[in-house]
């Protein structure tokens, strides 16, 4: 029983592209985050959310947004994919204390 | 904000030895301390943990030590196996008011 997943495991899209990726918890978590991990392994917070508030890492261009329908859901969109964009991107989500639980990441490929 | 500096990048290590990873942070307000573990082609998992009221923290061959004064915090392995190869990470946060900043990262080989 998975507590945190993503789908697609794997993505493979032209440049231009618009996406989505989607990520569940079922571990009842208030605060659910999007980390991108580069080729060079480095991880960076992308995003966290709660139902009170977003906070986006300022070096995320704004063709990354994230969509929450509610509170076991994160769904990350991404507009006009470049090439940069490849990487592998984890979901996770954690309580108030702060141990956060990551889904098994989406290896996003660019054309 | 936060940043986290992690060393060495790579550490290779025969197995039966004991394994020390270093991290620094600049925040003076973080006080939560994770470290994860991950595999190749998996995930990040958490393996130890250490909040700002504790100085070290042990778990059968893991241990974790920290130094408020000194703004820096420590990955110990003792008696390497084979498994223990992977990616570790230190990060480093304000609890409830931050997120957590990740190092970069120590890539551990433990040579059988």
């Known amino acids: 029983d998975t507590a945190v997943s993503q789908t697609p495991k794997y993505l493979v899209t032209q440049m231009g592209n618009d996406k989505s990726i989607k990520c569940e918890q079922n571990?009842?978590?208030?605060?659910m985050y999007w980390y991108k991990q580069d080729s060079k392994k480095f991880l960076k917070i992308m995003f966290s959310?709660?139902?009170?508030?977003?906070?986006i890492n300022e070096t995320v261009p704004n063709r990354f947004s994230p969509k929450s329908p509610d509170k076991a859901h994160l769904n990350l969109h991404i507009n006009s994919l470049e090439l940069g964009d490849s990487a592998v991107y984890f979901c996770a989500s954690s309580q108030d204390d702060k141990t956060q639980h990551f889904g098994d990441g989406t290896r996003l490929s660019i054309l | 904000g936060e940043n986290v500096e992690q060393h060495p990048s790579t550490l290779s290590v025969q197995e039966g030895d004991s394994a020390v990873i270093k991290c620094t942070y600049s925040?003076?307000?973080?006080?939560?301390f994770p470290w994860y573990k991950q595999e190749l082609g998996k995930r990040p998992q958490l393996i130890i943990d250490i909040r700002s009221n504790v100085g070290e923290k042990k778990d059968q061959r893991i241990a974790v030590t920290l130094n408020k004064t000194a703004k820096h915090f420590s990955l110990h392995i003792t008696e390497t196996q084979p498994e223990d190869s992977a990616v570790y990470f230190c990060?480093?946060?304000?609890?409830?008011?931050?997120?957590?900043?990740f190092g970069k990262g120590t890539k551990l080989s433990v040579k059988p």
């Open positions: 959310y709660n139902n009170k508030e977003l906070i």
């Open positions: 571990l009842g978590h208030d605060t």
């Open positions: 925040d003076s307000a973080s006080n939560y």
């Open positions: 990060a480093a946060s304000r609890g409830s008011q931050g997120n957590l900043i």
